[in-house]
């Protein structure tokens, strides 16, 4: 150890560590949103204690970052990357290049000037932690990437050298490049923009802007607000902060996915993109968990689909990022998808059997909705004393609730379903939504712990919960009879204990 030649990283590398973060801030601030509202609704002068927390939390973010990269090292070795971190708990850790899953190389907008990157490297030996090292000089981050990626773990602990595969790779290269116009499309299918819009609502109407000003002047018109004008300009600017919030959208997906063009070489996966900041993001198929094919209700009028392909890490379980692990093409036509979920093994669509879960699965939730609608009912018809009004407005909050409750069980169906072409993979796909269409499909080989679970009531009925648990999360087959179950468990169980293929 002593002969390594450690190496600090330049000092551009403490804005990284400033942005990370913030980063985590910004990842988490749905926590925070309890504390905001008790400061605003504390009365003005809260305002200034949020101004104190906040200058305080950036100066021991500037001053954390600062110390993260004098206390960040490096040293490249043969065969492994050691690093040492940490300020006052100081770790060691090594990344043994066989060990390493997978490499990425992401190129920030504050690195591209002074040709830096970052490296990012999941190790099957590193506690399930991304690691990343920051500031190293492009020819070195993708000399390293290589090197890293080199070598593979055969199923018997064996290491091979790839250069037969890589051949064979760069013979089945498929290459597509997503032109402008369909990462607008990807920009009209996002959400968040929306959802970021919601959760901050409330905070933004405890400001005392909207008391100070916005209040006051909509009383000083109140008679202007009665008109019918009014109605048509407030119809006109909801409309209007729509569709500025669809060009935002566009400009952030824009930016994201400039330029996104998708590798295929066998089974390496490459997706590159970014217009300030370019990333790098691949999967090889061995390390594949699950896919997710999501189609909101825009992205059906669009035709499109959001193909996400996970390699969660235990990490996730550990409060980590899962989107460092999702491999995710933004926006998918129908053409390209069907030559997509070739290259990912899926089935064709008309070979999926889909099946309906038993009618009993409705009883939860309409039980529940047939025994609370009799006591809202009864609270708005005396407490509320909104009379037979408030009785209506239950009924038909009852009918509406009943029917999305069925138009969900009548659009969920489950397959287990087999690749017939070489090569063979076996599947169970899960699909599920209301407006939504989404479907989830999980490697039958990769699940990890099947559960029959049978309470009372479904011993009564003769039936059984049927849990499926992955490394990409768990899926219930709710209300199967008990011996179905059980068989497709047993069948499960002795069909993964005899596949020999690679689980990572």
């Not at 609704?41 to 954390?64: N, R």
């Not at 390496?268 to 999501?294: D, E, M, N």
């Not at 009918?399 to 489950?414: A, D, E, F």
């Not at 017939?420 to 407006?435: S, Y």
């Amino acid at each position: 150890m002593s002969e390594l030649t450690w190496q600090r990283t330049p000092l551009i590398t403490i804005a990284f560590f400033l942005f990370k973060q913030l980063k985590q801030l910004v990842t988490n601030i749905s926590n925070l949103i309890p504390a905001f509202a008790a400061i605003f609704v504390i009365g003005k002068d809260s305002v200034w204690v949020l101004f104190g927390l906040a200058g305080a939390y950036l100066l021991y973010v500037i001053i954390s970052a600062v110390l993260t990269q004098r206390f960040f090292l490096y040293a490249i070795a043969d065969d492994a990357v050691h690093l040492r971190t940490g300020i006052f708990n100081r770790k060691h850790l090594t990344l043994n290049y066989e060990r390493i899953q997978q490499a990425e190389i992401h190129q920030v907008w504050y690195f591209r000037p002074f040709k830096l990157t970052v490296l990012s490297v999941d190790s099957a030996g590193s506690a399930g932690k991304e690691v990343q090292i920051p500031g190293l000089k492009m020819e070195l981050a993708q000399d390293l990437r290589q090197r890293m990626l080199a070598e593979s773990v055969s199923p018997s602990g064996q290491r091979q050298e790839s250069a037969a595969a890589d051949t064979k790779e760069d013979a089945a290269r498929i290459t597509k490049r997503f032109p402008v116009a369909e990462i607008i499309r990807a920009g009209i299918i996002d959400n968040k923009l929306f959802v970021l819009l919601a959760v901050l609502i409330y905070p933004i109407s405890q400001l005392d802007l909207l008391e100070d000003y916005v209040v006051p002047w909509v009383q000083q018109h109140l008679a202007w607000f009665n008109s019918e004008s009014a109605w048509i300009i407030g119809a006109g600017i909801a409309v209007g902060s729509l569709a500025v919030l669809f060009l935002a959208a566009i400009a952030v997906s824009l930016l994201t996915y400039h330029d996104l063009t998708l590798t295929i070489e066998g089974e390496r996966f490459q997706a590159k993109s970014g217009a300030l900041s370019i990333r790098t993001l691949s999967f090889r198929y061995p390390k594949l968990q699950a896919v997710y094919v999501r189609r909101n209700l825009r992205a059906r009028l669009l035709q499109r689909s959001v193909v996400t392909v996970s390699q969660l890490q235990p990490r996730a379980a550990q409060g980590g990022n899962p989107a460092a692990q999702q491999f995710t093409l933004p926006v998918v036509d129908a053409a390209f998808f069907a030559e997509f979920r070739e290259q990912l093994r899926l089935p064709p669509a008309a070979e999926v059997n889909w099946q309906r879960l038993s009618p009993l699965a409705l009883l939860g939730s309409s039980l529940w909705l047939a025994l609370l609608a009799p006591v809202i009912a009864t609270l708005l018809f005396f407490a509320a004393e909104s009379g037979w009004p408030g009785i209506a407005a239950t009924l038909a909050g009852w009918i509406l609730m009943q029917t999305m409750v069925v138009l969900s069980w009548r659009n969920y169906g489950y397959s287990f379903v087999s690749r017939t072409t070489t090569p063979a993979e076996q599947w169970f796909v899960v699909r599920r939504g209301i407006f939504s269409r989404n479907e989830n499909w999980y490697p039958r080989r990769k699940v990890q712990q099947i559960d029959v679970q049978q309470g009372p009531w479904l011993r009564l009925l003769g039936f059984s919960h049927l849990i499926l648990h992955t490394a990409a999360g768990s899926e219930t087959l709710r209300y199967l009879p008990s011996e179905n179950a059980q068989s497709l468990q047993q069948q499960w169980v002795d069909e993964i204990a005899k596949n020999s293929h690679r689980w990572m």
